[in-house]
């Protein structure tokens, strides 16, 4: 049995809310992931994703200025480090999500994709 810890990213990429769409696009593409992490100290407030970009910037010709908590996922869901990664995917599907950050006792402890899971799962 796979579960997520054993598929999980814990090199995490973050931002805060006020980073602005184009920084955290810039992060995001730096470190090859297409999700960051949107924390407030650390607090989990977000999920900002590839699809979040496509959506501000076909939203707003001035969106790269504006700060990724206009476009981001608010109090995403989230999964648990034990949880089985079928239970992710079938998640994922469910609801339509590439991407679940991973909390363990309120902290943030990783973030899982649907191909890490699909890959190793």
Do not use: N, Y
Not at 53 to 65: I, K, M, P, Q, W
């Amino acid at each position: 049995m796979t579960v997520i810890r054993d598929v999980m990213s814990i090199d995490l990429t973050k931002v805060s809310p006020g980073t602005t769409v184009a920084d955290a696009a810039t992060t995001m593409s730096t470190h090859q992931v297409g999700a960051a992490l949107v924390l407030d100290g650390e607090r989990l407030v977000g999920i900002f994703t590839e699809r979040d970009v496509l959506r501000a910037v076909g939203s707003d010709f001035d969106a790269e200025h504006h700060a990724v908590s206009e476009f981001m996922t608010r109090d995403p869901k989230t999964i648990g480090p034990d949880v089985e990664a079928q239970e992710a995917l079938e998640s994922m599907f469910a609801f339509g999500f590439r991407h679940l950050p991973v909390v363990d006792e309120g902290r943030v402890v990783g973030i899982v994709s649907m191909r890490d899971v699909t890959r190793r799962g």
